[in-house]
C-alpha cells in the first residue's frame, strides 16, 4: 500500500539527535551527544519508598484512570512551588501537568498556530519544541544569539516586517543547545517587544534550577502582567526524564483549551509517575536535592571545560555555562563542523553537529553541542583526548 500522510508531517523529520543517539547505544562509544541526568543524580532510594509505599496505601489511585489537568495533590505541590518563584499567581494563573515539558510545549503550539503562521526562536534551538511548531505548519523563524540571549534588534526588526507572527519560543535560561542564559535587560526587552507587536510567549525553563554558578535571573513569566507567557518546565531534568512529568503555568483560558486537547492526546499523564513527584515535592527536601545536584553538575562541567582548555585546539571556542547540562563549541571559520563530528564518531566519541538544532538543517553552522552531565569523569577526559587530537590535526594548534 501507498502511505499518503498529512500535509502536516512534510516538514518534519527524525531528529539528528535520536540518530546520533543509536550509535551511543554502542557501549565503547563515549557519548557528550545525549541531555540525560547524571546516573549518579537520580533519587533512587526515594523512587523506591515512594513505590512500595503507593502499592501498599494507594494502588487504585495509582492505576485507576484520573482527571486531564493532573494529580491534585501534585498541582498543588507544583502552584506552591511555582508561587515562590514567581511563576504562578493564583489569582491569575492555572497550572496543568503534562507528559514531560515536551508536551506542554506541543500543546501550546496546537492550540495556537494556525498554518503559515509564524513562531519565532532562537537559532539555535531545541528541536523536540521546533518539531512541535512544524507539525501545525507554522514558519519558524530563528534568531541567533549573542552574549545575552536572543538577539533583540534582529527580534524587533522581524517583529515589524512579519505581522503574523504568533508566538516566540524561548528557552531564557541555560538554553539548549548554547547553554547561554538571557540577561534581565534582554528578558524585560523581549516582553516589552512582545506586547507591543502582540506576540505570545512560551517560556521552556527546564534548566533554570540547574545553576551551579552566579544569581539566579527572574523569569520572564514572573513579569507578565497580561497573561501573554505560557511557563513550561518539567521534573525531567531534576527527578527523573522516564517518570515523564512537565507542567505549564499560564491563563486559565488557555489551560483549559491545553486540557481539552491533552485529553484527546493521552487522556492524563501517567499516575504512578505523578504521584512520585507529588511525594517528592512533598517529602522530600527539594533545596537539598537540588544543592547535590549542582554540585555534581558543577563539578563535571568544570572538568570538561579544564580539559577542553588543555587538549582542544585554540582554535576552538566554546561557552561557559552557569548551568544546565551543555557545552556549546564552535570551530574556526572555514573548517567543516560535519566532518570533525563524523571524524569524532568514527573514533569512537559522539557530539550533536549544530545543525541539528536550526530551523533548517541545511543552514551553516560552525557549532557542536557537548553535553557534560552524562559522561563518567573518565569519559570526559578520554572523549576530549580524543577530541582534542582531532581538533589539532584539522584546524592546527
Ligand atoms: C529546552 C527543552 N525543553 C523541553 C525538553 C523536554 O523535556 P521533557 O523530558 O520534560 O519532555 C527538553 C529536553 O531535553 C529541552 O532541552
Redesign the pocket.
Known sequence: MEYIFSDKLSNLKASAIREILKVTNDPSVISFAA?SPAPNAFPVEDIKRFLCDIMDNEPITALQYSITEGYPPLREAVKKRMQTQHNYVPEKDDIVITT????S?ELACKIFLNEGDIAVCESPS?V??LNSAKSYNAKLVGIELDEEGIRADILEKTLEENRNVKLMYL?PNFH?PTGKCMSLERRKKVYELAQRYNVLIIE?N??GDLRFDGEDIPTIKSMDTDGRVIY?S???KIVA?GL?V?FTSTAPEITAKMVACKQASDVHTTMLSQMICARFLTECDMDAHLTRLRAIYRQKYQLMADCIEKEFSSKVTFTKPQGGLFIWATVPEGADVLEFCNRAIAEKVAVVPGNAFMTDDTLPTRCFRMNFSTPTDDQIREGCAILGRISKEMFGE
Open positions: 541531555g514531560g515539558g515536551q508536551q510545549v531545541f523536540g519544541s528557552i539548549n521552556d527546564p534548566y513550561c518539567s521534573f525531567s526524564p515523564r512537565g
